[in-house]
């Protein structure tokens, strides 16, 4: 990969200290061309790890999602497996859906089991169907709505999870890279959302919605270039708010999650090939950690509840308070 860089001269006379001369914090403010990574191949990714804790604990009834059935798309791994857990945890059926079909059956008879020995008191365990679709192509997501529509019945929730995250400089991304970037996060967001849309306008059924953004749809992260990924979760954002405003007659809920440096198995791998990037990271979060996965298992139980029956087109960011400073 070439490198496009220029020398500019010291600031003279301004205030503070001279550019070269700035603290550590500063110098993190800035993307680093060489910081790159690339998506890797499914071959190559490891079962992601479930949350112990599934057990029934009293709460407020109106964050029970009983008698619903909730889609996850990119549910086999990492937040969507979580948040996964978490709906199941709430009492609702789930439908997986997902790119690896084998990845999503292994997680669906895993979260079965571990169901079970975490309740052995109750009757019936949660139904957790698998799925594949290519989220980017209609005709891909109308199949795997149709599949689940016919093994549950109906779908009553949405989750938006499937997406993924590259690093290259703008200039020389991959052209072929950077569309599929776009179809995974926006074109797979959008046809999972109007698909589900209207399936329930049609059983005149009330709904929710919960669309994975990022809070890199709102700032630019640093030091990773990673512009295409930052327009496509902005491009999530708004569509969460463009839903909500016009299905809001049909009491279907939208709403966005914008999770921050988040510690699954992809991102672990991440730092594991780039070590310096974690004290960059956390530098920047005024919380002084990264999240875990299992800190998005209350907003989106809750968002996708009654508890949240007034809300919609919102953006709840779950980042520690990175996009505050």
């Known amino acids: 990969m070439s490198s496009l860089r220029a020398n500019f001269p010291q600031k003279v006379g301004s205030e503070g200290p001279p550019i070269a001369s700035r603290g550590r914090r500063e110098s993190y403010a800035r993307t680093d061309e060489s910081v790159t990574f690339e998506y890797p191949d499914e071959s190559q990714m490891p079962h992601s790890p479930t949350i112990e804790g599934m057990r029934y604990k009293r709460t407020l009834?109106?964050?029970?999602?009983?008698?619903?059935?909730?889609?996850?798309?990119?549910?086999?791994?990492?937040?969507?497996?979580?948040?996964?857990?978490?709906?199941?945890?709430?009492?609702a059926d789930l439908a997986?859906?997902?790119?690896?079909?084998?990845?999503?059956?292994?997680?669906?008879?895993?979260?079965?089991?571990?169901?079970?020995?975490?309740?052995?008191?109750?009757?019936?365990?949660?139904?957790?169907?698998?799925?594949?679709?290519?989220?980017?192509?209609?005709?891909?997501?109308?199949?795997?709505?149709?599949e689940i529509i016919a093994q549950h019945g109906r779908i009553d929730n949405l989750v938006t999870s499937a997406g993924f995250t590259e690093n290259f400089d703008a200039?020389?991304?991959?052209?072929?890279?950077?569309?599929?970037?776009?179809?995974?996060?926006?074109?797979?967001?959008y046809l999972f959302a109007t698909g589900v849309a209207r399936h329930l306008i049609e059983r005149k059924a009330p709904g929710s919605i919960v669309m994975i953004g990022s809070m890199s749809g709102a700032v630019v992260n640093v030091p990773q270039p990673q512009a295409p990924y930052n327009a496509a979760k902005a491009a999530v954002r708004h569509l969460a708010s463009s839903f909500a405003v016009e299905w809001a007659p049909y009491d279907i809920?939208?709403?966005?999650?914008?999770?921050?440096y988040?510690?699954?198995?992809?991102?672990?791998?991440i730092l594991d090939e780039n070590p310096e990037l974690e004290e960059k990271w956390t530098s920047l979060i005024p919380a002084g950690k990264m999240g875990a996965?299992?800190?998005?298992?209350?907003?989106?139980?809750?968002?996708?509840?009654?508890?949240?029956?007034?809300?919609?087109?919102?953006?709840?960011?779950?980042d520690g308070g990175y996009t505050l400073t």
């Not at 999602?65 to 857990?85: F, I, P």
């Not at 988040?262 to 791998?269: N, P, S, Y």
């Not at 800190?295 to 809750?302: E, K, N, Q, R, Y």
Request: charged share 20%.
């Open 61 to 91: 009834t109106q964050f029970s999602l009983e008698k619903k059935v909730t889609v996850v798309t990119g549910g086999a791994r990492g937040l969507g497996l979580v948040m996964s857990q978490a709906i199941i945890t709430s009492g």
């Open 96 to 146: 997986i859906v997902d790119l690896n079909k084998d990845e999503a059956e292994y997680q669906a008879n895993n979260l079965v089991r571990q169901f079970k020995e975490e309740n052995p008191t109750l009757e019936l365990p949660p139904k957790i169907t698998a799925h594949y679709a290519d989220v980017a192509s209609p005709d891909s997501v109308n199949k795997a709505l149709e």
């Open 171 to 189: 200039i020389h991304y991959p052209h072929e890279r950077m569309q599929k970037c776009w179809a995974v996060n926006v074109d797979g967001s």
């Open 253 to 260: 809920r939208v709403n966005c999650i914008s999770p921050g």
């Open 262 to 269: 988040m510690m699954t198995a992809l991102t672990r791998k």
């Open 293 to 318: 996965p299992e800190d998005l298992m209350g907003p989106v139980t809750f968002l996708l509840s009654d508890a949240a029956k007034y809300v919609t087109g919102a953006d709840l960011r779950v």
